[in-house]
């Protein structure tokens, strides 16, 4: 089985910053893709950034040149640093991890953690 550990959420006040960690373990050998999505109150899930093998990120435009996607492959974990918070970044943000494992590739989602930004 794998696990992924998200944290990092919380409440901030528009304009500020936070950083999510999505660490992965069990039976996964490295984080293939990875994405963070988010479900803002009473609407859809969205994608709102990815990050590829060899490192090429992508962003939804709502927070392009706001977030920033990374990974730290020695650690098995991605990170989602959020600057310059806006109140309709409020959401449950869920990452989502590809990878080797054992039994070929697995596909698992993180627990999700709560960001609200209050304006």
């Known amino acids: 089985q794998v696990q992924l550990v998200e944290s990092g959420g919380g409440l901030v006040q528009a304009g500020g910053s936070l950083r999510l960690s999505c660490a992965a373990s069990?039976?996964?050998?490295?984080?293939?893709?990875a994405n963070w999505h988010r479900e803002p109150p009473g609407k859809q899930r969205e994608l709102v950034a990815s990050?590829?093998?060899?490192?090429?990120?992508n962003y939804a435009d709502s927070v392009k040149g706001r977030f920033t996607i990374s990974r730290d492959n020695a650690k098995n974990t991605v990170y989602l640093q959020m600057n310059t918070l806006k109140p309709e970044d409020t959401a449950v943000y869920y990452c989502?991890?590809?990878?080797?494992?054992?039994?070929?590739?697995?596909?698992?989602w993180g627990q999700g953690t709560l960001v609200t930004v209050s304006s």
């Open positions: 990050i590829t093998g060899g490192g090429t990120t």
């Open positions: 069990g039976n996964i050998f490295s984080i293939a893709t």
């Open positions: 989502y991890v590809r990878g080797p494992s054992t039994r070929g590739y697995v596909e698992v």
